[in-house]
């Protein structure tokens, strides 16, 4: 199929179009497509002004659509949950910095339940629950996995200097190089991952790092589709990263028309939270530039708890099992309901140990229910060291929405949550504040745990450290930007030694292929219990060399690096490696 002058590809089966039948002779494959940061309202089909989405408003026309359907209000809760059926919090993870956007190694993924189950299963795009043992993708169930560091490309942990376009990506453990644009690396890789895989069933998670804003960048032909709109820059960019999104999906769903797998493929289309461009993500001084910005008259954007924070689009499309048709679902669904749902249409049974807090919505799928029950579901906005009770909350039910325990909302007469009816609903209130306190009392039980970085683990030996993992209550240098600013700020890392022996730690201001100066005159090494050194830097060196004995066992590593004032930096960059063991 070849892309339209316009740059938008309609794929031949949205068209109506027919290639050769498929035999359905195996289990369904699966295909999980998580934008980053498009919102409801970001899809032309959902009203909106300017975006140009053919290829999505298409799929939107065939699938089940999830019209009432939640995640969390940031990235690594929302891919937390949707990695194991359970809330964020309950599985670690509440933050995108701070080592708390760590999937806990006890926790079971849909990944290793889809390999056990005989798949071959891939994610290529963002992450972001761990870039080291045992948290990485490649450990965590994916049999192939390409991926950038962290949350976004040009963070701290992503490979120095990548900026969207002819970037190094991890592959498999391993940096190399790839050429072309992130979005187009992220789908031609799952495209060969398709083909290398249409005789056997496959799960393939792709979750695209576009449109997320930390570095907005999309080639100049797809910000130009934009040209004649009378608005800032950065939207038309993110406008244009969406449409490119748009053509990626439209070339993949032509590619599984072609190969005859599109009748047996489960295909989810979803977003993991409110759009990035609404005017209650930015700071009070830019909200005018914002204001207009379309968001289907919800409030909130992402990383708020109304629902423009939280509630996406979600597109389920499975011919063979009858999920198409362009037909809504009102009822309340969420991210965690993903995984059963999956698991049961597929046939593969739940593990014993595994405990969902989602439901399969394989009835509300295919239409095959009578009745459906009421349910409580509940998102939060934590980004603290430790989660608080009723911050940022909302309480949800088809109808109601309960806001830091103070605001009731009828979402059905009200969507865009603007007049607060808790003084003539107070027993609706009280109701739904009991289901709160039963589910953070079931939820918080290991808030004191912190998820620790392991050194030393013979699966990755050497491992960097980083400033994106600080534990701290503000926020660290999470992304490349913020490194060459060369803040004075400092914090502690979690670790866990898994065995006795002699490490090297090797401080640095920035990776070693930057090959950047050291300022500083003297650095520390402190690790908690075993090791406090001090020792001079080298004028002109890179990185300082610390060798230490450590003990088995969970600790607190932190470094300095002294300038000849006195002030001081962590060293953002620590790569420790475990020389021998004991």
């Given at each position: 199929m070849k892309i339209l002058k316009s740059l938008i590809a309609v794929p031949f089966a949205l068209l109506g179009l027919t290639t050769y039948a498929q035999v359905d002779t195996q289990k369904p494959n699966v295909i999980v497509i998580v934008t980053d940061d498009q919102g409801y309202g970001d899809i032309a089909s959902h009203g909106h002004p300017h975006v140009i989405t053919p290829n999505m408003d298409r799929l939107r026309d065939i699938s089940v659509r999830l019209e009432n359907f939640h995640v969390d209000p940031t990235c690594a809760p929302t891919r937390a949950s949707l990695m194991t059926g359970r809330y964020s919090a309950r599985v670690g993870v509440w933050h995108t910095v701070i080592g708390r956007n760590l999937l806990r190694e006890d926790?079971?993924?849909?990944?290793e339940v889809?390999?056990?189950?005989?798949y071959r299963t891939g994610i290529f795009g963002k992450w972001h629950l761990g870039d080291s043992y045992p948290y990485a993708a490649r450990f965590r169930g994916f049999d192939?996995?390409?991926?950038h560091g962290a949350g976004g490309v040009g963070q701290t942990p992503d490979y120095w200097g990548n900026d969207y376009f002819e970037d190094h990506y991890n592959d498999n453990g391993v940096w190399r190089p790839f050429q072309g644009y992130c979005t187009n690396?992220?789908?031609n890789e799952a495209l060969s991952f398709i083909n290398e895989n249409k005789d056997h069933p496959f799960f393939l998670y792709l979750p695209t790092n576009a449109a997320h804003q930390t570095r907005p960048h999309v080639s100049e032909r797809y910000k130009d589709l934009y040209k004649d709109v009378n608005t800032n820059d950065p939207l038309k960019i993110f406008w244009g990263m969406i449409t490119n999104i748009d053509d990626n999906l439209g070339v993949m769903m032509d590619r599984l028309e072609h190969w005859g797998l599109l009748n047996n493929t489960i295909l989810i289309f979803m977003g993991d939270n409110g759009t990035c461009m609404g005017s209650n993500f930015w700071p009070k001084n830019e909200k005018g530039e914002w204001s207009d910005h379309y968001n289907n008259g919800m409030q909130g954007a992402k990383g708020s708890h109304y629902d423009g924070g939280h509630r996406v689009f979600g597109y389920v499309y499975y011919p063979a099992a009858g999920i198409e048709g362009g037909r809504d679902i009102d009822h309340l669904t969420a991210h965690i309901d993903m995984m059963p749902t999956l698991m049961e249409l597929c046939n593969i049974p739940k593990p014993a140990h595994v405990e969902f807090d989602g439901t399969s919505l394989v009835p509300l799928l295919t239409d095959k229910y009578k009745?459906?029950?009421?349910r409580t579901l509940f998102v939060h906005n934590q980004r603290v060291v430790d989660p608080?009770?009723?911050?940022?909350?909302?309480?949800m039910t088809?109808?109601?929405?309960?806001?830091?325990?103070?605001?009731?909302?009828?979402?059905k007469k009200d969507p865009g949550q603007q007049n607060n009816i808790i003084e003539d609903h107070p027993e609706v209130a009280d109701k739904l504040r009991s289901e709160y306190n039963l589910w953070w009392d079931d939820i918080s039980q290991r808030f004191h745990e912190t998820t620790p970085l392991y050194i030393g683990a013979?699966?990755?030996?050497?491992?960097?450290?980083n400033a994106h993992d600080w534990i701290m209550n503000d926020l660290p240098p999470w992304n490349q930007p913020h490194i060459l600013e060369r803040p004075k700020s400092n914090g502690p890392w979690r670790v866990r030694v898994t065995e006795a022996g002699r490490y090297a730690f090797i401080l640095r201001e920035r990776p070693e292929i930057a090959g950047f100066p050291l300022t500083a005159t003297s650095a520390r090494l402190y690790i908690e219990y075993m090791v406090d050194e001090l020792k001079p830097v080298v004028q002109g060196a890179t990185e300082v060399h610390f060798e230490v004995e450590l003990e088995a066992g969970d600790t607190e590593v932190k470094t300095w690096l002294i300038e000849k004032d006195g002030t001081s930096r962590g060293a953002y960059f620590v790569e420790v490696n475990r020389l021998s063991n004991e």
């Amino acid at each position: 199929m070849k892309i339209l002058k316009s740059l938008i590809a309609v794929p031949f089966a949205l068209l109506g179009l027919t290639t050769y039948a498929q035999v359905d002779t195996q289990k369904p494959n699966v295909i999980v497509i998580v934008t980053d940061d498009q919102g409801y309202g970001d899809i032309a089909s959902h009203g909106h002004p300017h975006v140009i989405t053919p290829n999505m408003d298409r799929l939107r026309d065939i699938s089940v659509r999830l019209e009432n359907f939640h995640v969390d209000p940031t990235c690594a809760p929302t891919r937390a949950s949707l990695m194991t059926g359970r809330y964020s919090a309950r599985v670690g993870v509440w933050h995108t910095v701070i080592g708390r956007n760590l999937l806990r190694e006890d926790e079971t993924t849909i990944a290793e339940v889809f390999r056990e189950a005989g798949y071959r299963t891939g994610i290529f795009g963002k992450w972001h629950l761990g870039d080291s043992y045992p948290y990485a993708a490649r450990f965590r169930g994916f049999d192939e996995a390409i991926v950038h560091g962290a949350g976004g490309v040009g963070q701290t942990p992503d490979y120095w200097g990548n900026d969207y376009f002819e970037d190094h990506y991890n592959d498999n453990g391993v940096w190399r190089p790839f050429q072309g644009y992130c979005t187009n690396v992220w789908f031609n890789e799952a495209l060969s991952f398709i083909n290398e895989n249409k005789d056997h069933p496959f799960f393939l998670y792709l979750p695209t790092n576009a449109a997320h804003q930390t570095r907005p960048h999309v080639s100049e032909r797809y910000k130009d589709l934009y040209k004649d709109v009378n608005t800032n820059d950065p939207l038309k960019i993110f406008w244009g990263m969406i449409t490119n999104i748009d053509d990626n999906l439209g070339v993949m769903m032509d590619r599984l028309e072609h190969w005859g797998l599109l009748n047996n493929t489960i295909l989810i289309f979803m977003g993991d939270n409110g759009t990035c461009m609404g005017s209650n993500f930015w700071p009070k001084n830019e909200k005018g530039e914002w204001s207009d910005h379309y968001n289907n008259g919800m409030q909130g954007a992402k990383g708020s708890h109304y629902d423009g924070g939280h509630r996406v689009f979600g597109y389920v499309y499975y011919p063979a099992a009858g999920i198409e048709g362009g037909r809504d679902i009102d009822h309340l669904t969420a991210h965690i309901d993903m995984m059963p749902t999956l698991m049961e249409l597929c046939n593969i049974p739940k593990p014993a140990h595994v405990e969902f807090d989602g439901t399969s919505l394989v009835p509300l799928l295919t239409d095959k229910y009578k009745t459906w029950p009421e349910r409580t579901l509940f998102v939060h906005n934590q980004r603290v060291v430790d989660p608080i009770k009723w911050k940022q909350t909302s309480v949800m039910t088809d109808r109601w929405r309960l806001i830091d325990s103070t605001l009731l909302y009828d979402i059905k007469k009200d969507p865009g949550q603007q007049n607060n009816i808790i003084e003539d609903h107070p027993e609706v209130a009280d109701k739904l504040r009991s289901e709160y306190n039963l589910w953070w009392d079931d939820i918080s039980q290991r808030f004191h745990e912190t998820t620790p970085l392991y050194i030393g683990a013979d699966q990755q030996n050497p491992v960097q450290l980083n400033a994106h993992d600080w534990i701290m209550n503000d926020l660290p240098p999470w992304n490349q930007p913020h490194i060459l600013e060369r803040p004075k700020s400092n914090g502690p890392w979690r670790v866990r030694v898994t065995e006795a022996g002699r490490y090297a730690f090797i401080l640095r201001e920035r990776p070693e292929i930057a090959g950047f100066p050291l300022t500083a005159t003297s650095a520390r090494l402190y690790i908690e219990y075993m090791v406090d050194e001090l020792k001079p830097v080298v004028q002109g060196a890179t990185e300082v060399h610390f060798e230490v004995e450590l003990e088995a066992g969970d600790t607190e590593v932190k470094t300095w690096l002294i300038e000849k004032d006195g002030t001081s930096r962590g060293a953002y960059f620590v790569e420790v490696n475990r020389l021998s063991n004991e």
